[in-house]
């Protein structure tokens, strides 16, 4: 009998080996919509280390440390919002680089955000400060489009070509590599094409993509132009249910527009306080015009107005008649795809664990766009639950959390 104690030893280990959970984390019974994968169906999905471990069918629940019933939700990539201003917090007045914009972590992970790209706050003169003063600080992921405009959006005039040099652009692309994911044009109201022309020679050395939010135009400076001849494929229009550059001409989708997609460049909401409208979007969208990516171009002017935030517009472009399917790929993968950043916008085994947990609510809901008209509608996106590399950052009614006559408490120290 000498052998004995030995072998219990080793059979205690052995069971200490099997109670050491697989994963951290566990959402079981959600209905996942993963576009890149091609799924929308009930799966569960595991997380270890911070990563997509496994997305299977059934995972069995005693493999994982924490186990959240997702079941009647539906689960999905962390959004990918590729239209906001988030340079805050330099205290300068009325302007974008300044108290227009908001801080990301206080409207990312609460509409279901874990990505936010910038859309060209910051130009060449700026950009370093805006990456030590908000993104660096920030726990929501912020890239960023780089105004060709060297003070971006708020410390040099955007209707100066003077201040639109592709080459200070690039280098500073180039500095910021990690971050900057395209060159952005904005607001330009005078004559000629300093701002597409400018943006497009950096990008082309850069090798990324121009965000076109197309400002004013003219006879010689149109949509046709921009689409045909200027544009490349991968571009990004953005603002393009505005109605302001005659996306919708004489009741119908401008056949620019057509042009334009038939040539590969891409079409973004970027809802903002002044660029969508049912009168543009109904009957763009009845044609079959619908967006390729949805973002909010969130800033202090839209979110207390018919934007809000994420989901909704999201739910916009669902009670507009899209598919949820839909709705879901131009919110994760098609941005992602968008800036090339084709790591994010999926649930692949392997992929950082950036998860969004949505519930499709059935009721009496309207919607107001950037005039103040509303759009009746039944169905409404709500943000549950935000993971963001395998961590919760946003549990709406506590769906991770623990009951808290079962919580374990502890008592606080005080401080010495
Ligand atoms: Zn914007």
Not at 363 to 371: Q, S
Request: proline share 4%.
């Amino acid at each position: 009998m000498k052998h004995r104690a030995p072998v219990l030893a080793l059979l205690a280990a052995a069971a200490a080996a099997q109670a050491q959970p697989a994963y951290e984390l566990l959402l079981k019974g959600g209905h996942v919509i993963d576009p890149k994968n091609g799924i929308s169906a009930r799966m569960d999905v595991a997380v270890a280390k911070g990563r997509i471990a496994r997305v299977a069918p059934s995972i069995d629940a005693r493999q994982a440390a924490r186990t959240v019933d997702v079941s009647g939700l539906y689960v999905t990539p962390g959004l990918i919002d590729m239209h906001v201003h988030v340079y805050a917090g330099t205290g300068l007045k009325g302007v974008y680089t300044g108290d227009l914009s908001v801080y990301p972590d206080g409207f990312s992970f609460r509409s279901g955000v874990t990505t936010m790209v910038d859309a060209g706050t910051a130009g060449w003169r700026n950009f370093p400060d805006f990456r030590q003063r908000v993104i660096e600080r920030a726990r929501t992921r912020v890239l960023a489009f780089l105004n060709i405009v060297g003070g971006g959006m708020g410390i040099t005039s955007e209707d100066d070509p003077a201040d639109m040099d592709a080459g200070a652009a690039v280098r500073m692309a180039r500095q910021h590599r990690d971050l900057i994911v395209g060159i952005k044009v904005a607001h330009y109201s005078k004559e000629g094409w300093p701002d597409v022309d400018n943006a497009l020679k950096a990008a082309n050395e850069l090798k990324l993509p121009i965000m076109v939010d197309f400002g004013w135009t003219n006879e010689n400076r149109n949509l046709k132009i921009l689409m045909e001849e200027k544009l490349r494929p991968g571009d990004i229009y953005t603002h393009c249910y505005s109605g302001h550059r005659d996306e919708l001409l004489d009741g119908k989708t401008n056949p620019a527009m057509w042009n334009g997609r038939r040539r590969g460049i891409l079409f973004d909401v970027g809802h903002g306080g002044g660029s969508f409208y049912w009168n543009i979007a109904v009957p763009m969208t009845r044609e079959g015009f619908w967006p390729d990516s949805i973002s909010t171009d969130l800033h202090t002017g839209s979110m207390n107005a018919g934007m809000k935030d994420m989901t909704n517009v999201m739910s916009k472009i669902l009670n507009l008649g899209a598919t949820l399917e839909d709705v879901i790929r131009m919110s994760t993968w098609a941005p992602a795809r968008q800036i090339g950043r084709t790591d994010l916008g999926h649930l692949s085994e392997g992929a950082e664990a950036d998860i969004t947990v949505l519930s499709l609510q059935k009721g009496k809901f309207g919607f107001i766009d950037a005039a103040g008209a509303r759009l009746a509608g039944d169905r409404m996106l709500v943000a549950e639950l935000t993971i963001k590399g395998g961590q919760v950052m946003w549990d709406r009614l506590g769906w991770a959390a623990t009951d808290w006559e079962k919580f374990p408490y502890r008592k606080r120290e005080r401080p010495r």
